[in-house]
């Protein structure tokens, strides 16, 4: 069965601090890949996608991700965390047999000032 | 351009009645997918329609249903309510690409559903 898990279900960092939120999945077949966060009162928003080809993408706010295909792994950085980091994140896939995305459980990030 | 909109944005309901609640895509996405938000379960997949066809489903009852329009517009339903029915409601688009793929999925707030 398609899953996505990830890790640590709440992190609290102090601003400046580096972040890694971990992502596992395990599907058949060629895999797309996302992160959301959903900031308090918002709605989800995307921060990055991997489709394919380079596979350290780039996303919005500073965020990155490296997919490891031989981890089965696609975990979120950011170099230095700050206070409006505060949400939740969540990894996501999909593959091309259909748009449906399979969530992880969410990682509730608490940056402090 | 406008956001995925998705009314109402909160419902309150009883055991047994049903609900129906709508979602309109960005302009020109024509799949629309419906997710159940839960502190529980979190965020389960219920279904996707693209092109006025169920493309995928989720593994929910059959209480569940939805359509889309020739607008691509969407519309969920849940019969007989149940209390574990109580969840937050995403609506997401996305657009079909050229290549027969799709895009990323774009989120609408959300219609909060109590079911008392």
């Known amino acids: 069965a398609q899953s996505v898990s990830q890790h640590n279900h709440h992190v609290i960092l102090s601003e400046a601090a580096s972040l890694e939120l971990g992502c596992n999945y395990s599907?058949?077949?060629?895999?797309?890949l996302f992160w959301y966060v959903q900031y308090p009162g918002q709605h989800l928003q995307l921060l990055l996608k991997?489709?394919?080809?380079?596979?350290l993408v780039k996303g919005i706010k500073g965020f990155e991700a490296e997919f490891i295909k031989s981890k089965f792994s696609f975990n979120l950085r950011k170099p230095s965390v700050q206070w409006s980091d505060t949400a939740e994140y969540f990894c996501?896939?999909?593959?091309?047999?259909?748009?449906?995305?399979?969530f992880g459980g969410g990682t509730r990030l608490m940056v402090k000032p | 351009k406008a956001g995925v909109t998705q009314t109402p944005r909160y419902l309150i309901k009883t055991r047994g009645q049903q609900v129906t609640l709508s979602c309109s895509p960005i302009?020109?996405?024509?799949?629309v997918s419906w997710y159940q938000q839960t502190p529980g379960q979190g965020l389960q997949f219920l279904f996707e329609?693209?092109?006025?066809?169920?493309?995928n489903k989720g593994n929910f009852p059959g209480r569940f249903s939805g359509r889309q329009f020739s607008n691509s517009r969407s519309e969920m339903n849940v019969s007989t309510l149940e209390l574990g029915d109580s969840a937050l409601y995403l609506c997401?688009?996305?657009?079909?690409?050229?290549?027969?793929?799709?895009?990323?999925?774009?989120f609408g707030p959300g219609t909060r559903l109590t079911v008392l």
């Open positions: 302009s020109g996405h024509r799949s």
């Open positions: 996501a896939a999909s593959n091309n047999a259909g748009n449906m995305l399979t």
């Open positions: 997401a688009s996305s657009l079909w690409l050229a290549g027969g793929t799709y895009n990323e999925q774009f």
């Open positions: 991997y489709f394919s080809g380079d596979p």
């Open positions: 599907y058949g077949g060629t895999v797309n």
């Open positions: 329609y693209f092109s006025e066809t169920q493309r």
